[in-house]
Every structure is written in structure tokens, then in C-alpha cells.
């Protein structure tokens, strides 16, 4: 498996400008399908694909999953078999998802047991209607899915937390939730290349608009915080729309990516939001160092993708828990005859 993610990995490298290869599909897999998408402009920011992706995809292949890379589009067909998608940035407005796309994730989704990661970017562009696409698409796509978590259309900056500049941003502190333990151990430091900062949405019926929340102070049900920017990170909204909640300038440690657990009918869909992106994108999340600069990224992704896809953990079967206790009921009442019986000896 590891061999067939490195090669369609070299295949994205090769091609270059000439393009992506056509979409690979799993036939039959038995090991557990996670669908990578760039079909929808990630592969314009070219450096974060050459140094990064390689390895990422390597490495979700010897963890033991089936790496599936989407180059000509979402479908059913394609999502069908999938444990899970991970959605990298946007870039451009003729790179949008289709409404056939949006609703293929959405009946996807709804099938249960199903793990989705929606990245978003900042709003700095030189071309505004551009770079405002990228955050309409996820929000729709996280619309759709009962997401309590977006993306705000801003950009985060800092002078003394990033990788050589201020727009080379990193994330540098953890939650302390046991729940995540295992999601943020051994991670420090994680870069957030031109990304921007997440809020919620505390209401019944969860949108980009409704009820929105300041992630830091609010708790939502069923969200846990995982990783914050630095205290000394600050906001630059560069184009409209205004920020949600936050404003030009402000500062403080604002949430770079979330978990939300329990989703759907069933309760046993995730959902990760990320201001960045984990692959793609001109440096993603994914990578260790950067300007010099030593980061965990890597370890943060893949022990991220670990929790979601082995997220609900395995539970015993309320028949077993019976038969278990008819056991030790029987074994105690067995012991205590015994007893009596050397008593009355």
C-alpha cells in the first residue's frame, strides 16, 4: 500500500503543470479508504505538493490506509467506499465544488461512521472574489453536515510566532482536554501558512451565521479545541466581507483547528476544522520544519487522522457485559459455598 501512495504521489509531482493524473480509485480495499481531494485547485500552490504530500500520503499508507487521490471531482461513486475525505484549501472561483459535489458529500456523510477534515485559508488575495470562494465552499460543505465550527474570513498574522514572516503563522499550544490527549502528544509547534482562525455556531441548527461564538470562551457541546495560535497572533482582514466575530488587529491565542465528535443520526461521524491546510496549499500543516524553524506538524496530522478514524472506539456488547456478569456472579457464589462448606468442616 505504501508503495502505491508514493507512486501516485511521484505521478502528482511529474506531471507539474501539465496536470494531475485522473482519479485513482479503490477496488475493493480492505484496508480503510481516505480520499484526498485535488480536484479543486490545491495543486496551484505548488511547494506545499512537492516536499510535503509525498510523505504524508507514504505515511497514511503504512499506517494501513488505502490512499485515494480525487483529481476529476467528487461523486458517489468515488465517496462510496471512503472511511474518509480530507478537504484542502480552495483556490480560485472557478475551482468551486458543483452542487452535484456538495450534495454527494452531504448523502456521504449521512451514511454514518464517517470521518470528513474541511481546511480553510485566509482572505488575503489579490483577487477578492477569488479568495472569498475558498471559504464560501467549506462553509457550505460544513453547512451541510451539521458542522458547529467555521472558518472566519480573515488572516492570521504574527511578528514573533511564524516561520520568517508574518503570514507564516504557528500554531504553538495544545488543549490540555484529556479527551485529545493522544491528538496533541509531542506536539509544540504547527505552521499555519496564510491561514486564519475558527469560531462556532451555538445553535440548534448549526450555520456560518447563526448564534456565532468565540471559540476560546464559549464551550459547544461535543467540540473540543485542539490547537491555538500564539497570544501574540493577530488579525488582518485584507478583504470583504468583515469578520464574523473578530476584529482588525485584534490579538490573543485564537483556536487553529477543532474535533467535533458524535455527529449525525447515529452519533458516529467527525468533523476536523482547520484554519489551514494539511496537504497542499504553498507549506501545509504537514510539514516539520520551515525557514529553519523545527515544527511537529507531521506528528499533529497523522495522530489527528488516527483519532478520526478510529473514532467511536470499539465498545463491548451489552450481551457480553450480561454474560460477563452471570460469570462473576457465578464464580463468587461457587466461592462462597466453599467456604461454608471448610466452616462447617
Not at 502528482?12 to 503543470?17: D, E, H, S, Y
Not at 479568495?131 to 453547512?143: A, D, K, P, Q, Y
Not at 471559540?215 to 461535543?222: N, R
Not at 458516529?268 to 529553519?292: F, L, Q, R
Request: hydrophobic residues 40%; negative net charge.
Amino acid at each position: 500500500m505504501r508503495n502505491r501512495a508514493l507512486l501516485i504521489a511521484t505521478c502528482i509531482f511529474l506531471t507539474g503543470a501539465a496536470g494531475l493524473p485522473e482519479t485513482v480509485i479503490a477496488q475493493d480495499s480492505p484496508a480503510p479508504i481516505i480520499i484526498i481531494d485535488y480536484s479543486h485547485g490545491q495543486d496551484q500552490n505548488v511547494q506545499g505538493r512537492y516536499y510535503h504530500d509525498p510523505n504524508f500520503f507514504g505515511n497514511l499508507s503504512e499506517m494501513g490506509y488505502e490512499v485515494v487521490i480525487a483529481t476529476g471531482g467528487l461523486n458517489s461513486s468515488l465517496l462510496e467506499p471512503a472511511k474518509c475525505m480530507i478537504l484542502g484549501s480552495i483556490y480560485g472561483e472557478d475551482n468551486g465544488f458543483d452542487e452535484q459535489e456538495f450534495n454527494a458529500i452531504q448523502e456521504w456523510f449521512q451514511q454514518g461512521g464517517k470521518f470528513i477534515w474541511v481546511a480553510y485559508d485566509s482572505d488575503y488575495s489579490d483577487d477578492p472574489e477569488g479568495c472569498h470562494f475558498i471559504n464560501t465552499n467549506m462553509s457550505t460543505v460544513l453547512e451541510s453536515i451539521g458542522s458547529k465550527v467555521y472558518g472566519e474570513d480573515a488572516h492570521i498574522a504574527d511578528d514573533i510566532m511564524s516561520c520568517g514572516a508574518t503570514y507564516r503563522a504557528i500554531a504553538n499550544t495544545t488543549s490540555d482536554d484529556p479527551f485529545v490527549a493522544r491528538v496533541v502528544e509531542g506536539v509544540d509547534q504547527v505552521l499555519m501558512h496564510g491561514a486564519t482562525m475558527l469560531y462556532g455556531s451555538n445553535s440548534s441548527t448549526p450555520s456560518r451565521y447563526e448564534s456565532p461564538v468565540l471559540l476560546e470562551t464559549v464551550t459547544i457541546p461535543s467540540v473540543h479545541n485542539i490547537l491555538f495560535y500564539s497570544p501574540t497572533a493577530y488579525v488582518e482582514d485584507w478583504n470583504p466581507p468583515p469578520p464574523i466575530l473578530y476584529e482588525q488587529a485584534q490579538t490573543g491565542s485564537f483556536v487553529a483547528a477543532t474535533i467535533q465528535v458524535n455527529v449525525g443520526i447515529d452519533g458516529d461521524n467527525v468533523i476536523v476544522v482547520s484554519g489551514g491546510a494539511p496537504y497542499g496549499s504553498y507549506c501545509p500543516m504537514y510539514a516539520d520544519s520551515y525557514y529553519d524553524v523545527p515544527l511537529t506538524g507531521s506528528r499533529f496530522v497523522l495522530q489527528l487522522v488516527e483519532f478520526g478514524m478510529s473514532y467511536p472506539p470499539p465498545t463491548i456488547e451489552p450481551v457480553l457485559l450480561i454474560i460477563g456478569g452471570v460469570a462473576v456472579t457465578a464464580v463468587a457464589v461457587v466461592v462462597l459455598l466453599l467456604d461454608r462448606k471448610r466452616v462447617q468442616a
